[in-house]
């Protein structure tokens, strides 16, 4: 009987994780957490063209949009190469046949974008029944996610992104929350979810000196986080030269940490009172920021600073105490959370844009040279498995059920045993 009563136990607590796992959606950028994390156990480590592939089929245009998952429909973002036309794209989850392929938005003289980016870069978020597709300063529209139809679209908020538009959204309750960092304009805009409009808009200039009038320099591409501190719900939001806390009901600024890069790219990782912040271009450091501070917290609450391979693009991933992160040139690297110390450094081959995923114990990297490299979330670096696709990769990596949901240059796939 005791025997018995061990195994049923033992089935109902594997039961209950296979169902947690499968229950997880990756319906906003880097998925449920914003930290690019999966609960999925069962995620293949080997795949190719022909190995482990449920199915694969091709996306037109270009667009390095991440595909995210909600309701068994999986959304992205492209665009024809030269941004005339703007299009949100969906597909069944899993089947991959096509659902909707909708032209959003036209655009008579769309600006010029760098070679690494694309006119559809920023990814969608989902809700229950919604699709909410960002462009940049191109247009914004929530769509109904079974019929396809416009609810609302914004297309009158001004941002030359000079190299292209590259945040993506987040929502928190009633507000969808996007920033909008050119050459020209550099502000973060809280809107309605339900209507589209704005409840709250702040320019960056009264918080952050840009200390140039270089519009070049004060560009960035991130997306921001919602957290608690002391009580109070914030949006910590990077910008160029500094990521500024903002109260999320008014928008008022509450600290600021500032320093010298630009084109900040990575999202900022928050855990136990610690935000880990990415500074960006041409040579991006790592900063560690103690929450609860007010007014210019630069010289108070940053706990260290790591400049030695930090990725421009890519952002890292904090598992049990370590950041692990994969350098835009193929570093990999280790860090002590607490300390900001190296643990390891090891060279993986590649270029690399998208961010990595953490699932069972393994950090999953994509080059843009169609390349995987698995390795362990460990204090010493062990390879655990390299694959290879046809084209590459720029867009990051989604996970449905025990799934991998991967969109290259030119196809999205589903990857699974």
Not at 207 to 213: K, L, V
Request: net charge negative; hydrophobic share 35%; glycine share 8%.
């Amino acid at each position: 009987m005791r025997i018995s009563t061990i195994i049923a136990t033992l089935c109902l607590f594997t039961c209950s994780v296979n169902s947690q796992a499968s229950a997880e959606h990756w319906y906003q950028f880097l998925g449920p957490t914003g930290e690019s994390r999966s609960a999925a156990q069962k995620l293949p480590v080997k795949w190719s063209e022909t190995e482990n592939v449920k199915w694969k089929v091709p996306i037109h245009g270009r667009g390095w949009s991440s595909p995210v998952e909600l309701e068994g429909r999986i959304w992205m973002g492209t665009a024809t190469p030269d941004g005339h036309e703007m299009f949100a794209v969906c597909v069944d989850a899993k089947t991959g046949k096509t659902i909707h392929d909708i032209k959003l938005f036209e655009i008579e003289e769309p600006r010029e974008i760098h070679k690494l980016n694309s006119y559809a870069s920023p990814t969608p978020i989902l809700e229950p029944g919604r699709a909410y597709m960002h462009f940049g300063s191109y247009g914004t529209a929530c769509l109904d996610a079974k019929t396809g139809k416009k609810i609302w679209e914004r297309t009158d908020l001004p941002c030359h992104h000079w190299r292209g538009p590259g945040s993506s959204p987040i929502i928190h309750g009633e507000k969808l929350i996007l920033h909008y960092d050119g050459f020209d304009f550099q502000y973060i805009i809280a809107m309605n979810k339900n209507t589209g409009e704005t409840i709250w808009k702040k320019d960056r200039a009264p918080y952050i000196d840009f200390m140039t009038d270089n519009g070049d320099q004060m560009k960035a591409y991130c997306t921001p986080i919602v957290v608690e501190v002391d009580g109070k719900m914030q949006v910590v939001s990077p910008a160029a030269r500094a990521t500024v806390g903002y109260d999320l009901e008014t928008g008022e600024e509450l600290w600021k940490v500032t320093f010298k890069e630009h084109s900040a790219t990575a999202k900022p990782i928050y855990r136990d009172g610690m935000f880990y912040i990415n500074t960006g271009f041409s040579k991006a450091k790592l900063m560690a920021v103690k929450e609860g501070g007010k007014g210019d917290v630069t010289e108070t609450h940053v706990s260290w600073v790591q400049a030695k391979s930090v990725p421009s693009k890519p952002t890292p991933i904090l598992v049990d105490g370590l950041i692990f992160m994969i350098h835009d040139q193929g570093v990999a690297t280790c860090i002590d959370a607490e300390s900001g110390d190296i643990v390891w450094q090891e060279r993986v081959s590649g270029n690399y844009s998208s961010s990595p995923l953490f699932a069972n114990g393994q950090i999953y990297v994509f080059s843009q040279e169609g390349k995987a490299t698995i390795f362990k979330a460990a204090r010493e670096f062990e390879i655990v498995a390299e694959n290879d696709l046809d084209a590459g990769f720029m867009a990051s990596p989604g996970v449905v059920d025990n799934d991998l949901i991967l969109r290259t240059e030119t196809h999205l796939y589903r990857l699974g045993k």
